[in-house]
């Protein structure tokens, strides 16, 4: 396992971190996973073999009860690990049981503590934006946690680069613990993220932790253009995240050939692309079965050739967007060519 910088902080998190999601099975979340005790000891103690230090979570995850199996599945070796959850989702049927208000992020904090029996989060995550609250009440609730030691560093999730770029300059005026790391959805079949978010977390050196890797199980090699995915599988139920299908049919099968040229797996590929990625510094990865996550597990040690990744970048690019043309072809000319 190799292990990238999380950010500009001083920790070192496993290129591929394990994604809870699937644990607990209740509600809406059994579409998604349905895990046990058993299994979820199961795969997280595969995780740890395999050098996974890094285990992202969120206390809306089956109403809590993943966060309960994730905490029991670490038991003694949570010191071991970087532990992650997010604050955000609704917890309760109250009116003020959601969002990101000083009263909803403490009491969220002490519930998702004692569900994952431990006195510290390493990493706490606001899930995304609270339209209703204004931004500073929720940075300076953060920094408070920090200070009292509940949790060691902040992290933002599915925020526009506008929102996390103003909680960076609020966090800098008013000296409050600031966000370290965004965790967002990122794909070979999803390159948003490229237009606006990464040119920003690489100026102000954010960690990326992505999420939905393989697009919802789309990039796992089951979907085909002429066939239809198996029965039973998550997108049948939960057709989520997005994705323009045409386009990800295309870029499937070049990643098909690259797969047979490596007698690897498509959905590796996929995984592989992403860690060649510079700006990536982990991928969270969900698998519900031991064969899933052997697979997963193995990505970090496929290296694509320049042709192949040279080709799996053409069939993914994204279409120029304004202003990205213009400000590309304005800056043509400012970079001396080499003679």
Avoid at 79 to 97: E, F, Q, S, Y
């Amino acid at each position: 396992m190799n292990y990238r910088m999380l950010g500009r902080t001083g920790l070192y998190v496993s290129e591929l971190c394990f994604g809870t999601m699937t644990f607990g099975g209740e509600g809406f979340w059994k579409a998604i996973g349905a895990q046990g005790q058993a299994e979820a000891d199961k795969l997280v103690a595969r995780s740890l073999d395999a050098g996974i230090n890094f285990f992202d979570t969120a206390d809306v995850y089956s109403n809590g009860v993943s966060e309960q199996l994730t905490g029991k599945a670490l038991g003694a070796r949570r010191k071991d690990v970087i532990l992650a959850t997010k604050v955000r989702g609704r917890t309760g049927p109250g009116v003020n049981d959601v969002g990101l208000s000083r009263g909803h992020i403490m009491d969220s904090v002490h519930a998702s503590l004692r569900r994952l029996g431990t006195d510290y989060i390493d990493l706490y995550q606001i899930h995304g934006y609270d339209k209703v609250t204004p931004l500073d009440e929720t940075m300076r609730a953060l920094d408070d946690l920090v200070r009292q030691g509940k949790v060691r560093y902040l992290g933002a999730s599915n925020l526009a680069a506008w929102q996390l770029m103003k909680t960076l300059g609020l966090s800098e005026h008013r000296h409050l613990s600031r966000f370290e790391s965004l965790q967002a959805y990122y794909s070979i079949a999803g390159r948003d993220l490229e237009r606006e978010l990464v040119p920003l977390m690489q100026d102000q050196q954010l960690g990326l932790m992505v999420w939905s890797p393989l697009a919802g199980g789309f990039l796992s090699g089951k979907y085909r253009r002429n066939a239809q995915g198996p029965e039973g599988a998550r997108r049948a139920v939960f057709d989520f995240p997005p994705v323009d299908k045409e386009r990800a049919y295309n870029i499937i099968d070049v990643m098909d050939g690259i797969a047979k040229a490596h007698n690897v797996s498509v959905a590796r590929v996929a995984l592989a692309w992403l860690l060649h990625q510079q700006h990536v510094t982990t991928l969270i990865i969900g698998a519900k079965t031991s064969e899933q996550l052997e697979d997963n597990l193995a990505a970090p040690s496929l290296k694509l050739t320049p042709e192949q990744l040279a080709a799996l970048n053409t069939a993914s690019t994204l279409p120029p967007e304004y202003p990205g043309w213009m400000i590309t072809r304005q800056n043509e000319d400012r970079i001396p060519k080499s003679t």
